[in-house]
């Protein structure tokens, strides 16, 4: 025997010792089979789903199996889309792209020619109505070895919420809320109350909005069109940033408690008297990584006047644009030291922009941008062209979001990858004119003056969420997409494009960064998303998931696994 061979008999020793090192998939031989899956349906309360991509329903094109004109006119609608066990915010991540360039895919353009295949959706799961349905869900996963998908809304800007070949666990369905003005966290002395709200871990923010409105009360919480995002899944364990965090925080800030099925069966609550280093990990280690949530308690607000604004402008001269975005940077934070908070849609020719300002009157936001307003209105000498200049009171934040998220909102239901950077006050303070520059050359981005505040004020380390985000003052999102049927390799060339704006980029900002709003390469990950809070958030992790069961792309204790996920290192 050669030392070669010697090596591989011994590594082949200690996977056997350690049982196998990959994961089962559909289509193997290991899968479960029929009697093990009835086995598992007989011990939950719904029948067990076949999950199918966004657009099976227009296949096979002769004959659709089912309502395709559905489909077209719900594509881009993000309740629609959270509403079907199979499908993802944005379809690409329903595709699977093989070593070799292949993709396996479900195009909605049937023209393209390409027959429906399952991609990255997962083939069988369970519907879970309730906590016993989670814990023998769970059980089935760790015992036949399976590669877990758990989705909520399937938001996840890096398909965190699908697995090729996986078995899915459905948390959409458990909608329960309940609000409680004096509540009591487990283990906490009586005298600990707090005015709270109970979610179930698949209420989405619409519906804990119009629930917490009815009690005249106000969450801290996510805005997308339609109010689409979760409210007690990955948005939470992320981080979860809002319009409001600015002034209360962000999500994590803003849990109580939480209960949560562990890899071992286990149905725990968490809470600073209880399980309380699970409870700092999960406030910002990431969804699909320390357990399935089956529901949060947030603390509620009074709900609160305010004033917005609503500013619209574009140019066909770019060096017209220049100066006006390069204004926009400069006043930034003193627009958030007049309590403004917000977000601005930014085109390298064009902004949208939609701050608040809480508890202010219009009277005092009129002062603070009023001059913004007049330097725009001296830049239509120079070709500015602007479409809105106003600001208006709202009774209520949930005032305001309904006009603004019924209607408009970030798109769903286009492919799209993206990558973002959190930025720091003194950034944006020294560098208006490269911030400026550097986005209008990557061709525009989403901005979130989402931080700073509140956010700051709070012990970077009393949570686990990134301590990145207690220094900064915004975060940028932008993004990449390309047409159905693209080729792998030019799959390929639209990441590079995306790797080298967000390089380009990290040179002002530095490479902190939103983990719920990610680049799917970053180069440190680690350091990115979680910067030194990592080794704490990996060493709970092994304590509660200590069989692995939770893995998502980029997370905590991802790397012990190879790039698919599916085998150990
Ligand atoms: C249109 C749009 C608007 C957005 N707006 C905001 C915003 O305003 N603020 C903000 O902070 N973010 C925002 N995001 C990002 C958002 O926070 C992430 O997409 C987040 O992952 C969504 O969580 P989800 O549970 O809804 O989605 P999913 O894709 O279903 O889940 C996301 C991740 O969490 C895991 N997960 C879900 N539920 C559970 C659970 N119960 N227990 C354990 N793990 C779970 C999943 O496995 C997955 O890894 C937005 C995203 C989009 C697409
Ligand atoms: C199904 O697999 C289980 C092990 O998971 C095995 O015990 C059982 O005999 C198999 N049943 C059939 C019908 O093949
Ligand atoms: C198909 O979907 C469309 C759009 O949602 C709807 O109007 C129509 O009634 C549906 N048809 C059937 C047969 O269900
Ligand atoms: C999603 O499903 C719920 C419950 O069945 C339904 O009330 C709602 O209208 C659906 N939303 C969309 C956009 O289809
Ligand atoms: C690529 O790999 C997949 C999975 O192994 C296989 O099904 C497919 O036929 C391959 N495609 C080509 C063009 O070789
Ligand atoms: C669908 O694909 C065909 C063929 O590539 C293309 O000509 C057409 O523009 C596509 N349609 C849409 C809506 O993208
Ligand atoms: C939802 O609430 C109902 C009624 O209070 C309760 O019976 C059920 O157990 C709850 N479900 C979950 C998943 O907590
Ligand atoms: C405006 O566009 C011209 C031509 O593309 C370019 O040379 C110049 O650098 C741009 N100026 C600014 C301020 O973006
Ligand atoms: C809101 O403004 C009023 C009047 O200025 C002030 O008394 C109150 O403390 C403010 N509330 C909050 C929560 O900021
Ligand atoms: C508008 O332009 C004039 C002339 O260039 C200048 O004096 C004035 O300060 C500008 N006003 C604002 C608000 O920028
Ligand atoms: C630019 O603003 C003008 C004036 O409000 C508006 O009519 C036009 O549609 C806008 N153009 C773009 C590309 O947004
Ligand atoms: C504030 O400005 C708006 C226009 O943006 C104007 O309609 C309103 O009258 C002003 N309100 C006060 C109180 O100054």
Not at 120 to 128: C, E, L, M, N, T
Not at 297 to 302: D, E, Q, S
Not at 347 to 363: C, G
Request: hydrophobic content about 40%; charged content about 15%; proline content about 4%.
């Amino acid at each position: 025997m050669n030392l070669l061979t010697v090596f591989f008999s011994l590594s082949w020793l200690v996977s056997v010792a350690l049982g196998s090192s990959c994961r089962s998939l559909y289509g193997q031989k290991c899968w479960p089979n029929a009697s093990d899956f009835s086995a598992l349906e007989s011990q939950i309360s719904q029948p067990l789903i076949y999950p199918k991509p966004s657009a099976s329903a227009c296949y096979p094109v002769s004959s659709p199996s089912g309502n395709c004109t559905d489909v077209q006119v719900n594509q881009f609608d993000g309740n629609w889309r959270a509403n079907q066990s199979g499908s993802q915010q944005y379809p690409n991540f329903e595709s699977y792209i093989f070593n070799n360039g292949s993709i396996s895919a479900c195009y909605l353009n049937t023209t393209l020619g390409v027959p429906c295949q399952q991609g990255s959706v997962p083939v069988i799961g369970v519907d879970a109505r309730s906590v016993g349905d989670i814990q023998a869900a769970v059980k089935f996963a760790v015992k036949h070895n399976l590669r877990l998908a758990v989705k909520n809304t399937g938001h996840d800007n890096t398909g965190r919420s699908t697995a090729r070949g996986s078995f899915l666990i459905w948390t959409h369905h458990l909608k329960n809320m309940t609000y409680n003005p004096s509540f009591i966290p487990e283990g906490a002395p009586s005298t600990e109350t707090y005015n709270a709200m109970t979610l179930g871990a698949g209420v989405q923010w619409h519906e804990a909005y119009d629930a917490v409105q009815a009690q005249g009360r106000v969450l801290v919480g996510g805005s997308s069109s339609g109010g689409s995002v979760g409210a007690a899944g990955g948005w939470l364990l992320g981080g979860g940033h809002s319009a409001l965090s600015p002034h209360y925080g962000l999500g994590v800030d803003n849990v109580i408690e939480l209960n949560i099925v562990t890899s071992t069966g286990e149905y725990l609550t968490v809470n600073s008297h209880k399980n309380s280093d699970l409870f700092w990990a999960v406030r910002g280690g990431g969804g699909g990584t320390y357990g399935i949530v089956t529901s949060v308690t947030y603390r509620t607000h009074p709900s609160l006047p305010l004033t917005a604004v609503f500013f619209a402008a574009n140019s066909t001269n770019n060096i017209t644009f220049n100066k006006l975005l390069t204004e926009f940077m400069r006043i930034q934070s003193s627009l958030a030291d007049a309590g403004f908070s917000g977000y601005a849609l930014i085109a390298p020719d064009a902004i949208q922009w939609f701050y608040i300002a809480l508890n202010v009157t219009q009277a005092q936001a009129n002062k603070t941008v009023d001059p913004f307003f007049a330097f725009a209105n001296n830049l239509t000498s120079e070709g500015l062209k602007v479409s809105s200049a106003l600001t208006q009171p709202f009774p209520s934040f949930y005032s305001w979001y309904t006009l603004l998220y019924t209607a408009t909102g970030q798109a769903v239901g286009l492919i799209s990858e993206i990558a973002s950077r959190l930025i720091t006050r003194d950034v944006i303070e020294q560098n208006p004119q490269a911030l400026a520059d550097t986005i209008i050359s990557m061709n525009g981005a989403v901005w979130h003056l989402v931080a700073g505040g509140a956010v700051s004020k709070v012990d970077p380390d009393s949570t686990g969420v990134n301590p990145a985000w207690r220094e900064a003052l915004t975060h940028v999102v932008w993004g990449q997409g390309w047409d159905e049927g693209a080729s792998a390799s030019e799959i390929n060339q639209m990441r590079a494009a995306l790797a080298k704006t967000l390089e380009k980029l990290s040179t002002l900002t530095g490479s902190s960064a939103y983990f719920n709003e990610a680049f799917m390469f970053e180069s440190n990950p680690k350091y990115t998303f979680f910067g030194d809070h990592y080794d704490k958030l990996k060493s709970i992790k092994d304590i509660y998931d200590p069989v692995g069961l939770f893995v998502v792309r980029e997370g905590v204790g991802s790397d012990d696994w190879d790039a698919s996920l599916n085998c150990r290192n």
